[in-house]
């Protein structure tokens, strides 16, 4: 079964727009991971965020983790066309990557 | 250096037949976890291998079966195949010692069955 969810579903923006997704989950994790797919293939991991965290950038990403609320954002800044995709969340609970539980996903359309 | 493989890309079954899909990780990778990601859904941990053994397992019934060689690559054995085993079956290595935190997937094994 899914952790949780993402919202919304989808998401379409223009060229040099900011994009943020959301996600929500239902238990206490380690760490949480986005990862982005392209046209439904393999999954390439973005960025990790810790439980004891709050906040990091790499790039033009930022995400944010609120535990207190079980819920996570990614913000893709200044976004290009090469950013459409999907985007999921995984929460990983005991930090050893053994068993990522991801979310459902965020369709994200980037036109020019 | 060559990123996480799997055969074949596409498979085409009928049900009730069984079918094996392969992996081979990345290279200094010991660990394989597979997932099953069916359409518009998010992936979904199947099982994961390590030193030759199933570590964890998620919900998934005993139809569902795996193996790992020495050589760290891998194996999803699938028997008595539903219509609902369709899906895009993705292979992912995590590095060999020290923390491992981010998986490495492959490109998936897209099943189809009739």
């Known amino acids: 079964s899914q952790q949780g969810e993402e919202d919304p579903q989808a998401l379409s923006i223009q060229e040099g727009e900011n994009a943020t997704m959301n996600c929500s989950y239902k238990?206490?994790?380690?760490?949480l991971q986005w990862y982005r797919q392209n046209s439904g293939r393999g999954l390439v991991h973005l960025i990790l965020?810790?439980?004891?965290?709050r906040e990091k950038h790499s790039g033009r990403l930022r995400v944010t983790l609120d535990t207190s609320k079980k819920s996570s954002s990614l913000l893709i800044t200044a976004s290009r066309a090469a950013d459409t995709a999907s985007y999921f969340c995984?929460?990983?609970?005991?930090?050893?990557?053994?068993?990522?539980?991801f979310g459902t996903g965020t369709r994200l359309q980037v036109t020019l | 250096d060559a990123g996480v493989t799997q055969s074949p890309t596409h498979l085409i079954k009928t049900r009730g037949q069984q079918v094996t899909l392969r992996c081979s990780p990345k290279?200094?990778?010991?660990?394989v976890s597979w997932y099953q990601q069916a359409l518009g859904q998010g992936p979904q941990f199947i099982f994961q291998?390590?030193?030759?053994?199933?570590?964890q397992r998620g919900n998934f019934p005993d139809r569902f079966s795996g193996h790992q060689f020495p050589n760290y690559s891998s194996e999803l054995n699938v028997n008595a195949l539903l219509l609902g085993d369709s899906a895009l079956y993705l292979c992912?290595?995590?590095?060999?010692?020290?923390?491992?935190?981010?998986?490495?997937f492959g490109p998936g094994t897209r099943l189809t069955v009739t």
């Open positions: 992912a290595s995590t590095p060999g010692g020290g923390p491992r935190y981010e998986q490495y």
């Open positions: 238990t206490s994790i380690n760490n």
């Open positions: 965020i810790r439980s004891n965290e």
């Open positions: 995984a929460t990983d609970v005991d930090g050893t990557a053994s068993k990522l539980t």
């Open positions: 290279s200094g990778h010991d660990t």
């Open positions: 291998y390590y030193e030759e053994e199933e570590r």
